[in-house]
C-alpha cells in the first residue's frame, strides 16, 4: 500500500450558445486568457496543452498528485493523433502553474477546471481523471453539473474517500497521510523520489521492470509543485468525501483501476466508485499498479479510445 513508501522518505527526516443550468455559476466569466495561460478570477495562472485538431471531440485530462499535465503525455498524444482535440491543464501549484498560498483543495481544483472549459467554450467533453484528477473531475461535476460533458473517466482515482472514518473503515489509516505529510517537510526531494521508484509504478515488486527515466520524469514533476501546494493536496486527495459528487454522474463512465494499486487500493477507489455509479463500466486491469497511465499505456489508450468511440 502507499504506507510501504513512507518509512523511507521519513527516515530521511519522516460542446450553439451555452447558459449554465439554474443556480450554478459561470465560473470563467472574467477569466484571462494568452497562448498557454488561463487566468482564474482569483489570479492564478493555469497553464494548458491544446494538442490536436481543434475541431475534434473534446478529451480534458486532470492530472495526479503531485504531477503536472505532462504526466497525460502518452495518452494526450495518442489521442491527438486519433483526431481528438486534448485539453490538459497544470493544476494550481503544479507544474507550470501558479503557486498560490491558499486555494489548494478539491473545490478550487474543481472551479479551475471550470474555468478552463468555460474559457475554452469546450463542449461535449470527456472529462478524464487519474488519481487526484479523478476527484477533481468528480467535483467539477459535483458543483458545476454536466451540461458540458458528454462521458467521464476516472483512472486509478481516489474518489469516493481514502481516508478511513467510522463510515468507511475500508480506507486508509490517516497516519499513512500524516507521514507522507511529515516526509515532506523533511525531505520533499527524497519522498519523491521513493514514491516514484517504490509503489507508483509498481517497481518495488519482484521482477518489475524497472524505468529509470519514469522515476526521473515523476520526481522532476513533482518537484515543479510548490510545497505548500504539493503539502496541503495531501489532504484535499485523501480526505474529501466524493460519495455526493459520484451520486450526479449522469453521463457514461469509464472506470479503469489496476489491483495491485498501492497508492489507491482497488477497494477504495474503483469498486467503491462502481458501487455509486452502478451503469458505470468498471475495467480492472490485472497485476497493474497505481502509474497504469505508463505501465499499461498501450491497454489504457485503447480503452480509451473505445470508450471515446462509443
Known amino acids: 500500500m502507499i504506507a510501504a513508501v513512507v518509512p523511507a522518505a521519513?527516515?530521511?527526516a519522516e460542446r450553439g450558445s451555452f447558459a449554465p443550468p439554474a443556480g450554478v455559476a459561470f465560473v470563467g466569466a472574467g477569466a484571462k486568457r494568452?497562448?498557454?495561460?488561463?487566468?482564474?478570477?482569483?489570479?492564478?495562472?493555469l497553464y494548458y496543452k491544446d494538442w490536436g485538431p481543434k475541431n475534434g471531440p473534446v478529451v480534458t485530462l486532470s492530472h495526479g498528485?503531485?504531477?503536472c499535465s505532462d504526466s497525460w503525455e502518452s495518452q494526450a498524444y495518442f489521442l491527438a493523433a486519433n483526431g481528438f482535440r486534448v485539453i490538459a491543464h497544470d493544476r494550481r501549484g503544479h507544474g507550470r502553474s501558479s503557486q498560490p498560498w491558499d486555494g489548494n483543495d478539491m473545490d478550487h481544483y474543481a472551479d479551475d477546471l471550470a474555468t478552463v472549459i468555460n474559457t475554452?467554450?469546450?463542449?461535449?467533453?470527456?472529462?478524464?481523471?487519474?488519481s487526484t484528477g479523478g476527484g477533481e473531475v468528480a467535483r467539477y461535476i459535483g458543483r458545476h453539473g454536466t451540461s458540458r460533458v458528454a462521458r467521464i473517466g476516472?483512472?486509478?482515482?481516489?474518489?469516493?474517500?481514502?481516508?478511513?472514518?467510522p463510515a468507511n473503515p475500508g480506507g486508509v489509516p490517516i497516519e499513512v497521510f500524516d507521514?507522507?505529510?511529515?516526509g515532506m517537510i523533511a525531505d520533499r526531494?527524497?519522498?519523491f523520489r521513493d514514491i516514484a521508484s517504490g509503489p507508483f509504478y509498481g517497481f518495488n515488486r519482484p521482477g518489475a521492470k524497472v524505468s529509470q527515466g519514469l522515476i526521473e520524469s515523476w520526481w522532476m514533476q513533482g518537484m515543479m509543485g510548490g510545497l505548500q501546494n504539493t503539502y496541503e493536496s495531501v489532504r484535499a486527495f485523501s480526505e474529501t468525501d466524493f460519495t455526493a459528487d459520484l451520486k450526479k454522474f449522469d453521463r457514461p463512465t469509464l472506470i479503469v483501476h489496476g489491483d495491485d494499486d498501492q497508492m489507491v487500493p482497488l477497494d477504495v477507489g474503483g469498486r467503491a466508485s462502481k458501487k455509486l455509479v452502478p451503469n458505470a463500466t468498471l475495467k480492472i486491469y490485472k497485476g497493474a499498479p497505481h502509474g497504469l497511465a505508463e505501465t499499461h499505456k498501450d491497454q489504457l489508450n485503447q480503452d480509451l479510445l473505445?470508450?471515446?468511440?462509443?
Open 120 to 130: 475554452l467554450d469546450l463542449k461535449h467533453v470527456t472529462a478524464v481523471g487519474f
Open 154 to 165: 476516472l483512472i486509478s482515482a481516489v474518489p469516493p474517500l481514502m481516508v478511513k472514518t
Open 65 to 67: 498528485w503531485p504531477l
Open 306 to 310: 473505445a470508450f471515446l468511440r462509443s
Open 10 to 12: 521519513s527516515m530521511a
Open 189 to 191: 526531494s527524497q519522498l
Open 179 to 182: 507521514k507522507i505529510r511529515a
Open 34 to 45: 494568452t497562448a498557454s495561460t488561463i487566468t482564474t478570477a482569483d489570479g492564478v495562472d
